[in-house]
């Protein structure tokens, strides 16, 4: 696991690019190198963080034996030694230089092109550059796991792979982009490919793109093959299937030459990679959860994922690391807001460094994470949800409306309370503006009145946009594959790559491996919603794997407890939400975020994750103001 810079200019030129790479340091610890063109049109850069070959024969940029191909890769490919085999049974013996992927990589590219690099079943960002041709080629993995920024400006193409490499180059131009500021609000991230700046972007996950000369000359869509299912008709075929795929995943990911463990939080997802993990022969000895008081639990109405991941521990026979989760947890977050520049405010963000910087203290490099499972296999609830509101008779709907002020029971933010009157409030509203109700935070009449100005943001059609691609699905299969593209991209991958490689280590996500996508993608709907049940056919599978108690316990969010956090006095709200501090800077109404305020605190509804992510806002604009420069 690395990061990577990579830059294609139209004339001569010798950009700082050890500038861009001191800005990502913090993903490669272990070494750094660059490269540059004869004529000085194309740079690389490359700062390492060894999980294989630790030797210095690992080191990038790469070439090939031929000498034409560059490398700068970040990532992990999972099947490098099928993919040598492969090589050596078409084109003889090669002399490898080391037991790298990276190797294997660009190997693989100097003898077949680019075609190659869709055998790759990994999680990558790569950079390439042909010597011959004077063509840089940059391609991100399919699923978007591993991040890739991109800016064309002055005629040049710039790609690192955090935001902060591009933002070290002082000469290219940022406008902050107010829209994106009011997504993050609706959905606690801004969708693919937009960032804060309108200069910015991700780059579209599973094309390769061709630059010469600062120039996109080409693009190449791979991986076509992941959309290819195949014939499962039956539950028992589709769980079988499933778990060998599963178990095929887990152990191609378990390659390390470092040591590895485990995010465990006692649910289904992370409790089935635990156990295949352990099965499998991998030497951990610990997993690292978090903890919340009792205080919180109750008063948040959220489950105790402590009393689920000491279960599996026991099961499993390795030591489980506790961390317990304090509100002053939130004072991280001026050190955490560089790395949260992706524009993401879920505070499970927070949870995620924490363990990681656990893991790494204790010399773990490589950890598991159960994360895919939900999106692919219909986890969520408000897959249900909708399959409810859809069959709800009209004269039904009235009636169900006004649940949405049943008074609530003990405990302040009593989670069924909080469930019962969403669903109500949904119930009696138009397809759309139940789909954004659903996966939205707050609503637009709230997101337009906490900002200065006129400019109206009209949330419901920014969400139709998302679904526009899948107008002809079902309408639980659109969901997932927005689920698919927008939640598990822009959001949980996101945040989980960079609060992770933000102290060094590399998190792995067995469910999204490239061959049992392919199996998920092919299991019917009515395998993975049946009943009350989601995820149904991995329940099945795994029925003799795990205890029930875990497989059938209700699901919860890997979380914080704001809700109770933020109705407490709170050092952070104080701080950076203080009516002169954002009077003085000039984007938000006061007025409007100390309404919130008050709102949460006096427990007359839960504003928890708005004022988050204003917190996590004004915290990030005030660091950009002061130090960027951009233009409004």
Request: with cysteine; charged share 25%.
């Amino acid at each position: 696991m690395c990061g990577i810079v990579a830059i294609s200019t139209k004339n001569p030129s010798t950009p700082s690019v050890n500038t861009c790479l001191k800005a990502i340091e913090h993903r490669g610890p272990d070494g750094k190198g660059v490269f540059a063109s004869l004529d000085s049109m194309c740079h690389l850069g490359h700062v390492r963080l060894s999980i294989l070959d630790l030797s210095s024969n690992g080191s990038q940029p790469m070439m090939d034996s031929s000498k034409r191909y560059v490398l700068s890769y970040n990532g992990e490919i999972y099947n490098y030694r099928e993919l040598q085999n492969y090589l050596k049974k078409r084109h003889g013996l090669i002399d490898w230089k080391s037991g790298t992927d990276s190797e294997v990589i660009i190997e693989g590219v100097a003898k077949e092109g680019l075609s190659f690099l869709s055998l790759l079943n990994g999680i990558f960002s790569i950079a390439i550059y042909d010597k011959y041709k004077r063509l840089l080629h940059v391609l991100r993995d399919p699923l978007g796991i591993k991040p890739l920024f991109i800016s064309e400006q002055n005629g040049n193409a710039y790609f690192a792979s955090e935001l902060k490499g591009l933002l070290a180059l002082p000469n290219l131009k940022r406008t902050l982009r107010f829209e994106s500021l009011k997504d993050q609000l609706a959905f606690m991230y801004i969708p693919e490919p937009n960032t804060l700046f309108y200069e910015f972007k991700k780059v579209k996950p599973g094309i390769c793109f061709t630059y010469k000369s600062g120039r996109l000359i080409a693009k190449k869509q791979l991986f076509l093959h992941l959309e290819k299912t195949i014939p499962l008709l039956t539950l028992e075929e589709s769980k079988e299937a499933l778990l060998l795929a599963f178990d095929v995943a887990v152990k191609r990911q378990l390659m390390s030459d470092v040591p590895v463990s485990l995010f465990l939080s006692g649910g289904l997802d992370s409790s089935a990679v635990a156990q295949q993990a352990i099965l499998g022969g991998a030497n951990v000895d610990t997993a690292y959860t978090i903890s919340f008081s009792q205080e919180d639990i109750a008063m948040d109405g959220q489950s105790d994922d402590l009393h689920y991941a000491k279960i599996m521990a026991k099961y499993l026979g390795i030591n489980l690391q506790v961390i317990e989760a304090k509100d002053d947890f939130l004072l991280l977050l001026p050190r955490l807001i560089d790395f949260m520049e992706d524009g993401f405010t879920d505070p499970a963000a927070i949870n995620t460094y924490i363990i990681s910087k656990a893991a790494r203290e204790s010399n773990v490099k490589v950890m598991l994470s159960g994360q895919g499972a939900d999106e692919y296999l219909a986890g969520y609830r408000r897959y249900h949800a909708e399959r409810i509101f859809s069959n709800i008779p009209p004269i039904l709907k009235s009636a169900i409306s006004k649940l949405k002020n049943m008074p609530k029971k003990p405990g302040r933010f009593n989670a069924v309370y909080r469930r019962i009157s969403r669903f109500a409030k949904l119930v009696d509203k138009s397809p759309s503006l139940r789909l954004f109700g659903m996966y939205s935070w707050t609503t637009p009449t709230i997101i337009n009145s906490l900002f200065i100005g006129n400019n109206s943001w009209d949330g419901e059609s920014v969400f139709e946009e998302l679904f526009d691609t899948y107008s002809n699905d079902d309408i639980v299969l659109a969901m997932m594959k927005v689920d698919h593209h927008y939640d598990l991209m822009s959001l949980n991958l996101t945040y989980t790559d960079r609060m992770s490689m933000a102290v060094g280590v590399e998190t792995r996500v067995p469910f999204l491996d490239f061959d049992l996508i392919r199996v998920m993608n092919s299991i019917p709907i009515h395998f993975k919603l049946r009943g009350r049940h989601s995820k149904y056919v991995l329940k099945k599978a795994m029925e003799n794997r795990l205890p029930n108690k875990i497989i059938y316990r209700e699901k919860a969010g890997f979380s914080l407890p704001l809700r109770s956090w933020l109705s407490k006095g709170n050092q952070m709200i104080d701080q950076y939400l203080a009516i002169d501090k954002i009077d003085k800077q000039g984007v938000f109404n006061s007025a409007m975020i100390q309404k919130l305020v008050d709102e949460q605190r006096s427990g007359i509804i839960d504003r928890s994750n708005t004022i988050f992510t204003l917190l996590c806002q004004q915290l990030w604009i005030n660091n950009n103001i002061s130090s960027s420069g951009w233009d409004q």
